[in-house]
């Protein structure tokens, strides 16, 4: 099975900070990555797929690359809605990052 | 407008069975692939069982294997999970989701909550 490790676990931020996430996969999936953003008692909610493709709708505050086994997920300017914590997804097989939770500073 | 409503979770005592259901509305149910992904309280995700448009092909994560059952019934536009053998690890919020082509998951429910506990 394909493993993805994300990382950090945690960040503390001010609103107006930039994040930056990363993930990266035991081995080679291409582009097959996507990035969620999930609210506490909510579904996830798709960000970026293709590695870096924006969803429709979602604010170009969020951005995504890379390629093969490394991956980053970068939100320029924080804001008050962004507080929440994010997944990477690789869809060659289906397996998720362990998270990062973006929490006030 | 895509909707998954889940239902079928609640208290299951260990060795227990539940029966999880999804409908679905807002599209071609019978065109997708459909995850069940489990969330355990405070911790990430993990799909549990997938199946094809057609109901024909499926796969479960090791850890479920020979204890779930995902089907789905195309004319009811309807997708399940049968959970036997129930352990107090099955505890958690089951969500299906949808799957855009073989790729991401672009579509989910609001989840249903298992309780595994004596």
């Known amino acids: 099975d394909i493993q993805m490790t994300q990382s950090p676990s945690t960040l503390s931020v001010s609103v107006g900070d930039r994040v930056t996430i990363t993930c990266r996969a035991s081995?080679?999936?291409?582009?097959?990555l996507a990035w969620y953003q999930q609210m506490p008692g909510k579904a996830p909610k798709l960000l970026i797929h293709s590695a870096s493709t924006l969803e429709s709708g979602v604010p170009s505050r969020f951005a995504a690359s890379g390629f093969g086994t490394d991956f980053t997920f970068t939100i320029s300017s924080v804001q008050p809605d962004d507080f929440a914590t994010y997944y990477c997804l690789q869809y060659s097989t289906w397996t998720f990052g362990q998270g990062t939770k973006v929490e006030v500073k | 407008e895509v909707q998954l409503v889940e239902s079928g979770g609640g208290l299951a005592q260990p060795g227990g069975s539940l029966r999880l259901s999804c409908a679905a509305s807002g599209f071609s149910f019978s065109s997708y692939w459909m995850h069940w992904v489990r969330q355990v309280p405070g911790m990430g995700l993990v799909s549990v069982a997938r199946?094809?448009?057609?109901?024909?092909?499926?796969h479960y994560a090791d850890s479920v294997t020979g204890r779930f059952t995902i089907s789905r019934d195309n004319t009811k536009n309807t997708l399940f999970l049968q959970v036997n053998s129930l352990r107090a690890e099955d505890t958690g919020v089951y969500f299906c989701?949808?799957?855009?082509?073989?790729?991401?998951?672009?579509?989910w429910g609001q989840g249903t909550l298992v309780i595994v506990s004596s």
């Open positions: 199946i094809s448009p057609d109901g024909s092909a499926t």
């Open positions: 989701a949808k799957v855009y082509g073989s790729a991401w998951y672009d579509s």
């Open positions: 081995q080679s999936i291409h582009g097959w």
